[in-house]
C-alpha cells in the first residue's frame, strides 16, 4: 500500500464501473444510473460533451493478461466520450523506451498524461517533467516516487488483497483445529508481493488456530504457477487453504492441482480473471473465491484524466477538484456474488 494511503479515498467495489463512480466527472446535477458494462463505450444517459481533451496513455508491455486489460479499459472508456482523443502508445518493459514514449507525448502537448509505469521509481524523472510542462498526470497503479510527479493517484489494494484474502480463508476455517494454509506468491522483487503477503500475514494473526506452514514465489505466468504449485504440492501433503496472488499463474497452479488429484483444500486466486470466475461460478474443483485487484481502474484513469482536462470535479463528491489519490476495493468474488462480478472478469 503506498505511503500516500492516509491520503486516499477507498472506493467501496472494485466492480463498480467508471461510469458509476466517477459518472463523467461533470456536473452537480443528479445523476442516472449508468447499467453499461464496465470499459462499455456507450455513454451515460446523462453525460454531456465538454472542452475537448487529448490524453496520453502509456503503459508497459501487455504481456499478462490484467496488463492487457488495463489497456481495453481505458481505450473502451475513451471511446465512450466524444470529447476525448486518445494518444496511445505501444507499451514497453524497458525503462528507456517507456520514458521515450511518454517524453513524445510530452511534446505532442497532449492535454493530460495518464502513466502506468513499467518501474515508479525509474519513471519518476519524467512525471516531474510532465508535471512541470504544464501536463498534468495521472499516475495508475504503481506509484512514482515523488508525489510531484503526478496530480492523481489511482491503483489497487496490494495490503488490502492479502487482508481480504486471509480473512476470508480465516472465516471459512475458523472452527478447524490446526489448520493449515499455504501461498503461491507473485514475484518476491516486486513491492507489491511483500505488501500482498504481508496483509495475509496480518490476517491470518486474528485467527490462532491458523498457521501458515509454507511460501512459494512465482512469476505471475501460466508455467511458472504450475511449476511452483507442483513443488508446493509435493511439500505438503495435507493443508486447508491456498492463497494464490494472481490469477494467470493461477491457471498453472490450477493444473498442478489436477495433476496430483488433490481436492482437498480451498483455494483463493487474485486480481479476478474470467477464468477464475467462470470456475468460482462452476463450483467443482478447490478455487473458491478471487480477491480483485481490478484492471478498470484504467476507465476510472481516463475519467479522471477527462475531468483534469475540462477543470471539473468527481460527480457525488463535494470539492471542485478530483482527489489526489484513490485506493480501489479489493472484493472478494465468491459462488454467491460472482454473477455481479463476472463483466469485469479479463481474459
Known amino acids: 500500500m503506498p505511503e500516500t494511503s492516509r491520503r486516499h479515498l477507498l472506493l467501496g467495489g472494485a466492480a463498480v464501473s467508471a461510469g458509476a463512480l466517477l459518472t463523467a466527472c461533470t456536473s ?11 470499459g462499455s463505450a456507450a455513454p451515460a444517459a446523462d453525460d454531456k460533451p465538454g472542452t475537448p481533451v487529448t490524453i496520453g496513455f502509456a503503459g508497459p ?25 486518445l494518444e496511445i502508445t505501444e507499451g514497453s518493459n524497458d525503462t528507456a523506451t517507456q520514458i521515450g514514449q511518454v517524453q513524445t ?3 505532442k502537448k497532449v492535454d493530460v498524461l495518464v502513466i502506468l509505469p513499467a518501474d515508479g521509481k525509474a519513471l519518476t524523472q519524467i512525471g516531474l517533467q510532465a508535471m512541470k510542462a504544464g501536463i498534468p498526470v495521472i499516475n495508475l497503479d504503481r506509484i ?9 493517484w ?27 494454509v499455504v501461498e503461491l ?51 505438503q501433503p495435507k493443508f486447508d487453504a491456498l492463497w494464490n496472488h494472481d490469477d494467470d499463474q493461477g491457471v498453472g497452479a490450477l493444473r ?17 480473471a474470467k477464468s477464475a470466475m467462470d470456475a468460482i461460478k462452476a463450483d467443482t474443483g478447490v478455487l473458491k473465491a478471487t480477491v480483485l485487484y481490478p484492471p478498470t481502474m484504467a476507465a476510472s484513469a481516463i475519467d479522471l484524466a477527462r475531468a483534469l482536462g475540462q477543470k471539473k470535479g468527481v460527480g457525488g463528491m ?10 480501489l476495493y479489493s472484493a472478494v468474488v465468491t459462488k454467491e456474488n460472482v454473477d455481479e462480478y463476472l463483466p469485469t472478469g479479463f481474459s
Open 256 to 272: 498442478a492441482v489436477a495433476q496430483a488429484g488433490r481436492k482437498d483444500f480451498l483455494m483463493v486466486g487474485g486480481a479476478g
Open 28 to 38: 452537480n446535477e443528479p445523476k442516472a444510473k449508468d447499467t453499461a458494462p464496465v
Open 185 to 235: 506468491a507473485g514475484m518476491d522483487s516486486l513491492e507489491l508481493t511483500k505488501q500482498r503477503t504481508q496483509g495475509f500475514d496480518d490476517a491470518l494473526k486474528n485467527y490462532p488456530n491458523i498457521r501458515k506452514v509454507a511460501r512459494q514465489a512465482a512469476d505471475f505466468t501460466v508455467e511458472s504457477g504450475q511449476a511452483k504449485m507442483a513443488q508446493l504440492l509435493q511439500a
Open 154 to 180: 489511482i491503483g489497487g489494494d496490494n495490503y488490502g488483497m492479502g487482508l481480504n484474502a486471509g480473512n476470508f480463508i480465516g472465516e471459512q476455517l475458523k472452527d478447524k483445529p490446526n489448520a493449515t
Open 318 to 327: 463535494s470539492e471542485l477538484e478530483i482527489p489526489a489519490s484513490i485506493t
Open 144 to 152: 512514482f516516487a515523488s508525489p510531484q510527479a503526478y496530480r492523481c
Open 61 to 85: 508491455q501487455a504481456d499478462h493478461g490484467w496488463l492487457n486489460a488495463i489497456n481495453d479499459n481505458a481505450e473502451r472508456r475513451a471511446k465512450k466520450y466524444s470529447d476525448v482523443t
Open 105 to 107: 507525448l510530452i511534446n
